[in-house]
């Protein structure tokens, strides 16, 4: 996988990365379908190359949640589209960081 080749070009250490985490596509049932299968199979073939904890995180709403946040901060609906897995990462990570940090 190209993108396990380029996160192992990562200095993790120089970097101080003490974590990664990885959106699961879980049903909005509940359920496991063939995303989240695939989000673990990612995570599983990632955590042979690297030393860190990996987190799987549900990402269920995420896109929809940083839509909304996109939206009350004004941003034209193109950007919001054009960025939105990106803001949908970022969504993730800082759900996941709050988790944590409580």
């Known amino acids: 996988m190209a993108i396990i080749k380029k996160l192992k070009a990562v200095k993790i250490k120089e970097n101080d990365i003490k974590g990664i985490v990885i959106g699961n596509p879980i049903n909005m049932d509940g359920t ?3 995303s989240s299968q695939s ?5 599983k073939k990632l955590s042979i190359n690297v030393t860190v904890p990996i987190t799987m995180w549900d990402e269920r709403l995420s ?3 940083s839509f909304k946040i996109t939206k009350e901060l004004g941003t034209n609906v193109t950007n919001r589209v054009n960025k939105l897995d990106m803001n ?3 969504f993730i990570l800082q759900g996941a ?3 944590l940090n409580n």
């Open 32 to 34: 496991l379908g063939k």
């Open 97 to 99: 960081i709050d988790y």
């Open 39 to 43: 989000a673990a199979d990612f995570a």
């Open 63 to 65: 896109s929809e949640g």
């Open 88 to 90: 949908a990462a970022t």
